[in-house]
């Protein structure tokens, strides 16, 4: 990735495969033949979204399996008392904590977070399960005081619009021109 003039890297890394400069935000990846580039600039930047997604039903009936199966062990010793028969009457409760922890094992690797920054052409989809929630809403933070320093430098913004004081709303734009 080749650095514009006066733009410098915020976060991450070009060789990470993703950054965000002072002037865009960047996405290269390469994965089992194909390759992506998408390159955004801050000034285009419509939205950024945290999406979190996972299934709570499979701990639901992970317990209902294991009631289940305390159930069926329940039953087994109450129909055959005692005897040889003891050691088969633990069966139920051995595959219903086999099958429940299947289910709790499919609920942690089903579990998605991934951040989406959309312009108007393209969009950039990060994972972000390994950033965790506390850094990616820090990344998102970032961003848009990424953008919104790019704009009030911007000479639009100052050819354009004169703040002016609200005292009830504090600083805002004004669309007269100078």
């Known amino acids: 990735m080749l650095l514009l003039p ?8 070009p060789e990470a495969g993703f950054a965000v400069t002072s002037h865009r935000l960047r996405m290269d ?18 939205s950024a979204e945290l999406r979190y997604s996972s299934q709570p ?21 109450a129909i055959h008392g005692s005897g040889i028969m003891n050691v088969l009457k633990i069966v139920p409760l051995c595959g219903s904590v086999l099958f429940a922890m299947g289910l709790v094992f499919i609920y942690f690797i089903t579990r998605r977070m991934t951040l989406v920054f959309a312009s ?8 972000a399960m390994s950033l965790g929630l506390q850094t990616s809403k ?22 354009r619009f004169q ?16």
């Open 29 to 46: 990846s390469k994965s089992r033949g194909q390759a992506q580039v998408t390159s955004m600039m801050l000034e285009e930047l419509c």
């Open 6 to 13: 006066e733009e410098t890297i915020i976060y991450g890394s």
């Open 120 to 127: 108007v052409g393209a969009s950039i989809v990060l994972d």
């Open 163 to 178: 703040p002016v004081w609200n005292p009830e709303e504090g600083w805002i734009p004004s669309t007269e021109s100078t």
């Open 138 to 159: 820090e990344l998102i933070d970032t961003i848009e005081a990424a953008k919104d320093y790019r704009f009030m430098q911007s000479e639009a913004f100052r050819t």
């Open 57 to 77: 039903l499979l701990f639901v009936l992970a317990f209902l399996v294991l009631i289940l199966g305390g159930l069926g062990t329940f039953l087994a010793s």
